[in-house]
């Protein structure tokens, strides 16, 4: 198990210095996944689809629940214009997600949590938002899932 963690180790720091280089301020969208993956329980591969998909439906749901506040807020006020998007889309992380435990997660939860810190940069990006967390997640995870395989392979080997 050492010998993965050394791997992670490395494995994130050239992932923050290649970030780092490119001044891409956006990496949190990469990284939650990442600490999503290694607290979550059961299967590895099984954790890798909750947080891919779990992650990009809490995304959805953030451009769902802007566009809902943008709309009702003139009609409803300020306080009813907020609130009842964020009650749907609430109640459709909590409420349904025992009949949606892959696709309606804690992930979700964590990426409409952090994509609410700062809305007008979120809404000026969905797109970039979207594609990072897609591709750099996918990539990044994929480069852990594959680092633990060789690990294993080499300790296994011994």
């Known amino acids: 198990m050492l010998y993965f963690r050394l791997s992670l180790l490395v494995w994130i720091l050239i992932a923050n210095a290649f970030l780092h280089l490119i001044h891409f301020e956006y990496s949190w969208l990469i990284f939650i996944s990442n600490i999503m993956l290694f607290t979550m329980e059961g299967d590895v591969k099984d954790r890798f689809i909750s947080v ?3 992650g990009f439906v809490g995304l959805v749901l953030t451009v769902l629940t802007l566009l809902a506040v943008t709309a009702l807020t003139p009609v409803l006020g300020d ?12 109640f459709v992380l909590i409420v349904i997600h025992p ?16 994509a609410c810190i700062d ?3 979120f809404a000026s990006h969905i797109g970039l938002f979207l594609d990072t967390f897609v591709a750099g997640s996918l990539i990044f995870n994929g480069g852990c899932l594959l680092i633990m395989s060789m690990v ?4 296994f080997q011994k």
């Open 119 to 121: 809305t007008e940069a």
């Open 99 to 114: 009949y949606a435990p892959k696709i309606l997660n804690n992930v979700g939860f964590a990426y409409l949590t952090c």
């Open 52 to 54: 891919e998909v779990g």
């Open 152 to 155: 294993k392979k080499v300790v």
């Open 79 to 90: 306080l009813l214009g907020f609130l009842i998007p964020l009650a749907a889309v609430l």
